[in-house]
């Protein structure tokens, strides 16, 4: 997200509460390597990984929204303190709308984050649509914005700057840096 997008969303960003990830193509670059047992491997970058936590010390939470499984995924989500991991979802939109009932935060104030069709789906339970810039065409068609970075390669990390610089404290941050108080 430029920060030309990131002004234009300002307000949003700043009352958002709730982020929802997908995982495929949003943390990771889409890739998934299988070895002979079965095992799933994903690549994660670690700035979205940090952009993460950053946003959990604000106050956001933040959830992980996956039509996959296969294990990596939810590694990912414990190592990260990430208590909403939803895998395996077959309806986007209904699982959504149920995490947000049960975290008590409004569509106007949660954020998605996807990279392919089956995310467009989503668009009527959440203020801000967004997807990175390598996301399939019909979605950056229809995102409220698209992120400067593609998937896997710190499109949330870019996501998690805005939002900061929109609550007022990314200046600090990148002054003094970061230690982690979460643990």
């Known amino acids: 997200m430029s920060r030309l997008l990131a002004w234009r969303w300002r307000d949003r960003l700043r009352a958002l509460r709730l982020l929802v990830l997908d995982v495929d193509g949003v943390l990771t670059d889409g890739g998934l390597w299988t070895t002979e047992s079965g095992e799933v491997i994903k690549r994660f970058d670690v700035r979205d990984g940090l952009g993460i936590r950053l946003l959990q010390q604000a106050g956001l939470e933040v959830a992980l929204l996956s039509g996959g499984k296969g294990g990596a995924s939810e590694q990912r989500a414990r190592y990260l303190g990430i208590g909403h991991c939803l895998t395996g979802v077959k309806d986007k939109p209904v699982a959504l709308a149920r995490l947000q009932s049960s975290l008590g935060i409004s569509p106007a104030e949660t954020a998605f984050v996807g990279d392919d069709l089956n995310d467009l789906a989503v668009r ?39 939002i900061l610089r929109a609550r007022g404290e990314w200046r600090e941050l990148s002054r003094a840096g970061w230690r982690d108080r979460n643990g």
């Open 124 to 162: 009527p339970v959440v203020g801000l649509l967004l997807c990175p810039a390598d996301a399939v065409t019909p979605l950056r068609r229809q995102a409220d914005a698209v992120l400067a970075a593609e998937g896997g390669h710190g499109a949330v990390r870019g996501l998690a700057e805005a």
